[in-house]
């Protein structure tokens, strides 16, 4: 049972758009949401992380948007570049359960120059 | 600081054979933990040391894996025997103690059981 599910699988947008990652969880007890960006070869690295006592944080070109409400949690990229070329996961954990993450499956985002 | 090292990145075995994978996390990070990504799906916890103890394996998929953290520095991850659904990237990370401090994840070792 996916506890994260993370949508689109794929996503090609041209430089300077705006890619919109979208992730649905299930256990209300999740209150840690980080997104982690991967590069082919690397391991993945946090990127942003989000409460749920907050409805948005910005980092950069990176904005998290969170609706406790629906239970859903996206990634925007402003300004897109091709650098961001990359897979990007997001995650959720308890509290109590310290970083045991819990993943979607990814999103592979190309941004074509 | 140097990152979380991961040995080997890659690793090509058969059915039934026994595979060690090898972790250093950073200096000074109690907490260690391994997971997996097999082909195209989430990454997976499989298990979670604080220090030399295990706090958490309830990820690990069965008695075949075997996961160790002598003296709370480095770990290992051994497949004994190898089955070809144990084929994926397997990475492990570390953080300082204190929930939600950031994972620094490894490169990954990418083990293919043939």
């Known amino acids: 049972q996916q506890q994260v599910k993370q949508s689109p699988q794929s996503l090609i947008v041209q430089k300077g758009g705006i890619p919109i990652i979208n992730c649905a969880y299930e256990?209300?007890?999740?209150?840690?949401f980080p997104w982690y960006q991967q590069f082919p070869g690397k391991g993945p690295a946090l990127l942003i992380a989000?409460?749920?006592?907050?409805s948005e944080k910005k980092e950069g070109r990176f904005t998290i948007s969170f609706n406790k409400s629906a239970k859903q949690f996206s990634l925007h990229i402003m300004d897109s570049q091709p650098g961001d070329s990359a897979t990007y996961f997001c995650?959720?954990?308890?509290?109590?359960?310290?970083?045991?993450?819990?993943f979607g499956a990814g999103t592979i985002l190309r941004v074509k120059s | 600081e140097a990152g979380v090292t991961q040995f080997p990145s890659h690793s090509v075995i058969e059915k039934g054979q026994t595979v060690t994978l090898r972790c250093d996390p950073i200096?000074?990070?109690?907490?260690l933990y391994w997971y997996r990504r097999v082909m195209g799906k989430e990454i997976k916890f499989l298990l979670h040391?604080?220090?030399?103890?295990?706090?958490?394996e309830s990820g690990m998929p069965n008695n075949r894996f075997l996961a160790e953290r002598t003296g709370g520095t480095y770990s290992t991850l051994k497949v004994q025997p190898a089955e070809l659904e144990d084929s994926g990237v397997y990475f492990c990370?570390?953080?300082?103690?204190?929930?939600?401090?950031?994972?620094?994840f490894g490169n990954g070792t990418r083990l293919t059981v043939t």
């Open positions: 990370a570390s953080s300082r103690r204190g929930s939600n401090s950031p994972l620094h």
């Open positions: 256990n209300t007890a999740f209150d840690y």
């Open positions: 989000i409460r749920p006592d907050v």
């Open positions: 995650a959720a954990s308890r509290n109590t359960y310290g970083n045991k993450l819990v």
């Open positions: 200096s000074g990070h109690d907490n």
């Open positions: 040391f604080v220090k030399e103890s295990k706090q958490d």
